[in-house]
């Protein structure tokens, strides 16, 4: 068994995901160590191509999270699905000791999913328009002004260091395996995979 910061998504069960994550301290901000944790998460994020990952998924209760949602993904849906969801390209960005304010009352409910709950997605209302602040590393900025897709995916890291998941915010209704149609085709003769 391997020690933390994982190469993998910590899944719902683990008591990481559950609990408040610690500030890091300022004498801890620009020590090696606190350099591997935060290279290790952008390496997840990046291998496993997804928008954003909190410190305690890859098993590190403190308050870190990066986010980066790449031009490229763009292709990964339907040009009106991008566009009602209000999707934009977010630059990474690597946020330590982060705070969120909520700066619009606009709601939106979208569809969301999380490494950490493999496999499954649910309609989940989030503010449309936010402001986070933190300790900016790897040349990103300390300040950020996000709407719409962006704003979802700041609000969602955030959750997980408070150890909320989506699931505890979802429309339990629209709670679903993402592969159902897969299964179904195949038989039952599906996985769902938690390594890349």
Request: hydrophobic share 35%; with cysteine.
């Amino acid at each position: 068994m391997s020690n933390p910061p994982y190469r993998y998504f910590t899944q719902i069960g683990d008591p990481v995901l559950r609990q408040k994550a610690e500030a890091v301290p300022p004498q801890d901000i620009d020590t090696p160590e606190m350099g591997q944790i935060i290279d290790r998460m952008v390496k997840v994020l990046r291998h496993y191509d997804c928008v954003g990952v909190a410190a305690p998924q890859v098993g590190v209760p403190l308050r870190i999270i990066v986010m980066e949602f790449r031009e490229g993904k763009r292709e990964q849906y339907k040009p009106e699905i991008y566009a009602e969801r209000k999707m934009s390209t977010l630059p990474l960005a690597v946020l330590v000791n982060p705070e969120l304010e909520i700066t619009s009352s606009q709601v939106n409910k979208h569809p969301e999913g999380c490494m950490s709950v493999r496999g499954y997605s649910a309609e989940v209302e989030r503010y449309d328009r936010v402001r986070i602040r933190g300790i900016g590393m790897l040349g990103t900025p300390n300040e950020l002004e996000l709407e719409g897709w962006s704003a979802r995916i700041a609000q969602h890291e955030m959750d997980h260091l408070d150890g909320t998941i989506y699931v505890d915010r979802m429309d339990v209704s629209t709670f679903m395996s993402v592969s159902w149609e897969q299964i179904n085709a195949a038989e039952g003769r599906s996985a769902i995979w938690f390594h890349k």
